[in-house]
């Protein structure tokens, strides 16, 4: 059973910059596709950014490309996050997720993932 656990969330001014992290346990991590999603209360789940289990093409929603960018360490079993240019409209939950990877490719549906971290806030606010 794969464990997935955030950190790195928190208040940021609008143009600042975050780095969330999101450790793995309990499974083989170069098993899975990785994915970063995001929720505002009210609002359907977006899935952000996702990255295959071997590297390849990764995968960006409209609204983050060219500001976010995800990465993955093998050896601390940790996938990242990196924001910058941060904008209010970021504000959110944000959660990691994690897929066996039956493709190459990831997928940026929710529907897709079964693992999920517990999520980590976001705030973008002067």
């Known amino acids: 059973q794969l464990r997935l656990v955030e950190s790195g969330g928190g208040l940021v001014q609008p143009g600042g910059s975050l780095r969330l992290s999101c450790a793995a346990s309990?499974?083989?991590?170069?098993?899975?596709?990785l994915g970063w999603f995001r929720q505002v209360p009210g609002k359907e789940r977006e899935g952000v950014s996702c990255?295959?289990?071997?590297?390849?093409?990764?995968a960006y929603a409209d609204s983050v490309k060219g500001r976010f960018t995800i990465s993955r360490d093998g050896v601390k079993k940790t996938v990242y996050l990196q924001m910058t240019d941060l904008k209010p409209e970021d504000t959110a939950v944000y959660f990691c997720?994690?897929?066996?990877?039956?493709?190459?490719?990831?997928?940026?549906?929710?529907?897709?993932?079964?693992?999920w971290g517990q999520g980590t806030q976001v705030t973008v606010s002067s």
């Open positions: 990255m295959p289990n071997r590297g390849g093409s990764t």
């Open positions: 309990g499974s083989t991590f170069s098993d899975y596709h």
């Open positions: 997720a994690a897929t066996i990877a039956h493709y190459s490719y990831c997928t940026r549906s929710d529907r897709s993932y079964a693992y």
